[in-house]
């Protein structure tokens, strides 16, 4: 029953995720189909390169980027036409890593970017360029001379345009519409779910690791937006976002690494622990050298890719041991399991997904399947939108368990604090609820009822005809004083009322009333009651000790009347 109720979970987790992946790639399809062809006085330049490095001829590039050695030289040439009904004509492509210099056909420098950054031994960040191509330089070749800054710098031709510059700039957001919208989901989610641990921390403190995947979230948002030069426009720094951009890769299986260890008995984290602050340990390293600039950043792009890579399939292979060992755990930890399951699920699919997207960047291959090859970290986006689906799914199923254990728990209660026989609250719960009340001097009254002649009703008729006797009061006393604070039965033939209701003349005749009703029933009983204002300090306990004076005071009275011997 249980293995089903876990197999029909993971096939729900399953099926959500599918549906968050047909419903990716369809809006990734219709913004990519809806700004593919590219709008009047827009040129798509991308196979108009002609490049060579020293002792080469001239050769068109390949659609993948081409990946230099620190200090290698590249040209590039390029034949600029002129479009008619444009006076701001502009190329706009991307470097990585490289500082160039762009020259007429006469030699004549028209834009430099990096030379100085180059020579001051400064990290060159990757940049989008649009550069206004000059009168003089039209229906001429233009040249362009670069320098590779760090080892896998890179010169990318599959994503050139050359047109007005406005139109340039727009066609340019509106391909990168989709990896801002997805960017700005993921980071707005993660925030709210660190907002929501900390301001409610009574049912999110109850979930495995929120914060942290609050966090993971924010940070795949954040490197969505680094990674398709989006953050830039934000900060107007391209050195800034660069930085974030590493940050951010780095970080992220750190993220994932304590994902997976908020799910986990605190016997099974030592090496995951020791692992995780290995990482941080690497990660403020890199930092140091930064600063230090001993070596830039984006320098150890490979290195750090290589460290994740291996990570990766570590990962892998100790969440399949983890969903291996939560077979066992089964019980009372069903939901709980399931949610943790769920969430397994999620990081999976991340960790699988990020792979694919690694793999791509490493060597330099374009979304060639894809129609919009402009957006970069596809693949990294995906598992962010899954794993939230797959999070929400974590989180319904912890409901469902935690609703459970509040019922569970809640018949435990009523179990221990409610008279079996009666219904009525037992002795237990009314001392503890006149102990409670007492510390916050709660005003009330407080009757004393105590049953005459039960113990001649047992010993003549039997139990069972005491029982009668005792739920024939209970049915009086709560058709009569139901709505009140508190009833209770405080043991064999003594029942006790609780009423915040101070008007004493008006309890009087009620019970009164009730106590005519009983004679006709055949029901024969004492009572007293006491004001809580009465006894030194308004403690509940002396006043229901008063009341309980006052109730024999009356029960002498009726043994006095009926010539019977006290039982």
Request: aromatic fraction near 14%.
């Amino acid at each position: 029953m249980e293995s089903a109720k876990i197999k029909a979970a993971f096939n729900l987790s399953m099926q959500v995720s599918l549906a968050i992946t047909f419903g990716f790639i369809l809006t990734y399809l219709y913004l990519s189909i809806s700004f593919t062809r590219l709008p009047d006085g827009i040129l798509d330049v991308s196979g108009s390169w002609l490049t060579r490095t020293e002792g080469e001829t001239f050769v068109r590039p390949s659609t993948r980027d081409r990946f230099l050695r620190k200090g290698e030289e590249v040209e590039v040439r390029f034949f600029a036409p002129t479009l008619y009904g444009s006076m701001n004509e502009s190329l706009c492509f991307v470097s990585q890593g490289t500082a160039f210099v762009m020259y007429d056909w006469l030699g004549r420098e028209v834009y430099s970017y990096g030379m100085d950054l180059l020579e001051e031994h400064k990290m060159i960040p990757r940049k989008v360029h649009f550069i206004r191509i000059p009168e003089r330089a039209k229906q001429h070749s233009l040249c362009l001379q670069f320098v590779a800054a760090q080892n896998g710098a890179r010169v990318r031709f599959r994503s050139a345009y050359y047109g007005d510059v406005e139109k340039l700039e727009t066609i340019y957001f509106k391909r990168k519409s989709f990896a801002l919208l997805c960017g700005l989901f993921l980071m707005g989610f993660g925030f709210l779910l660190i907002m929501l641990r900390f301001f409610f921390k009574g049912w999110f403190s109850k979930l495995y690791g929120t914060f942290f995947q609050g966090m993971l979230l924010f940070d795949i948002g954040l490197y969505t937006l680094c990674y398709n030069d989006l953050f830039s426009l934000f900060v107007r720094n391209e050195r800034i976002s660069t930085f974030v951009e590493y940050l951010s890769f780095m970080f992220l299986p750190i993220l994932i690494h304590q994902c997976i260890m908020r799910n986990q008995d605190r016997r099974r984290k030592r090496l995951p622990y020791f692992i995780c602050q290995l990482m941080l340990g690497m990660v403020g390293i890199v930092i140091l050298l930064h600063f230090l600039k001993v070596v830039h950043i984006n320098e150890l792009g490979p290195v750090i890719q290589a460290v994740l890579f291996i990570w990766a399939f570590y990962a892998l292979g100790w969440l399949t041991l983890t969903i291996r060992r939560d077979l066992e755990r089964m019980g009372a930890e069903l939901y709980a399991n399931i949610s943790r399951r769920c969430i397994y699920f999620g990081l999976y699919s991340m960790i699988l997904l990020s792979l694919c997207d690694f793999f791509l960047s490493a060597t330099g291959q374009s979304y060639g399947i894809f129609i919009n090859q402009d957006t970069r970290g596809l693949f990294i986006m995906l598992g962010g939108c899954i794993l939230i689906g797959d999070m929400l799914l974590s989180y319904f199923f912890h409901t469902v368990g935690s609703m459970q254990e509040e019922e569970v728990r809640e018949r435990l209660e009523g179990l221990a604090y409610t008279d079996e026989l009666t219904g009525l609250s037992n002795r237990a719960h009314c001392d503890q609820f006149m102990a409670e009340n007492s510390v916050k001097h709660l005003k009330c009254v407080i009757v004393s009822f105590d049953l005459d002649g039960l113990k001649k009703i047992n010993d003549i008729e039997g139990h069972q005809a005491g029982d009668a006797y005792l739920t024939g009061f209970t049915a009086l006393l709560t058709e009569n004083f139901g709505r009140e604070t508190l009833l209770g039965r405080m043991g064999g033939d003594e029942f006790i009322m609780i009423t915040t209701d101070l008007d004493v003349l008006k309890l009087d005749n009620r019970l009164y009333k009730m106590y005519l009703m009983a004679k006709d029933d055949q029901i024969r009983f004492s009572y007293g009651y006491a004001v809580s204002d009465e006894v030194p300090g308004g403690s509940l306990q002396t006043a229901y000790m008063l009341a309980d004076q006052r109730m024999y005071r009356m029960k002498d009275q009726h043994y006095e009347e009926s010539g019977e011997e006290k039982s």
